[in-house]
């Protein structure tokens, strides 16, 4: 089944963690699955990743939004398109939304102009579906802070950054309730796993119709 499926949400939502329940539910019904994040799943793309987390010299915010779309444009063009054309599901740890939200709603870029940049990085290729883990800022703190290994540079812009991030997932949430699917990241994993795997049940349905 050629399905894309992204997850978003700000930092220390969940995502991640609901991203491989549902690889392990899809593959466990028989569904091929290809699992990938970003920036990063390719070679060029993993070490762009690496300067944009780990730097520590000063990066302008247009700089950051144009990596970040050069690693997207490789992602597709090696990982994502190919896995598709083979007819199987993708799901992807963050994607065009993150742009919109971090550079966007956090760094303050014009959204026309990032717009731009990611039509010209995917090609015109959009998910079939987006799952938004929605969390406080406080709570993605506090699940960090739990976590090892520390922040990256993202990471520590702050909370005040963190709530306009969200901010602006919510307006990208508003704005395309036919594919972003907001889920409550509070909920205990198990429950928000089982939301995920109604949606995507319905998602599905609808899509085949």
């Known amino acids: 089944m050629s399905l894309f499926i992204t997850f978003e949400g700000i930092d220390g939502c969940g995502k991640s963690t609901q991203l491989e ?15 990938t994040r970003e920036p990063g799943g ?13 730097s520590e010299q000063p990066l302008a915010a247009r700089a950051e939004l144009l990596l970040f779309g050069a690693a997207r444009a490789q992602h597709i063009s090696e990982v994502i398109r190919p896995a598709l054309d083979r ?8 994607f065009t939304d993150s742009s919109l939200a971090y550079q966007g709603g956090g760094l303050g870029l014009g959204s026309d102009f990032i717009q731009r940049i990611n039509d010209f990085a995917t ?16 709570v993605g703190f506090a699940r ?34 036919g594919r972003i699917v907001v889920v409550d990241g509070v909920l205990p994993v198990a429950e928000a796993h089982q939301r995920i795997v109604e949606i995507f049940e319905q998602h599905t349905v609808a899509e085949s119709k």
């Open 144 to 177: 960090r802070a739990q976590a090892s290994g520390g922040e990256d540079r993202i990471e520590g812009r702050g909370l005040e950054f963190q709530r306009r991030v969200r901010a602006a997932y919510l307006d990208i949430a508003r704005a395309e309730p």
């Open 21 to 35: 329940l549902l690889r392990a539910h899809l593959q466990s019904i028989g569904h091929s699955v290809t699992t």
């Open 123 to 138: 090609d015109g290729l959009k998910p079939h579906l987006t799952l938004l883990l929605d969390v406080e800022p406080e």
């Open 42 to 54: 390719t070679a060029l793309a993993e070490m762009i990743r690496n300067y944009l987390l780990h």
């Open 87 to 94: 007819g199987e599901a993708v799901l992807s740890d963050r």
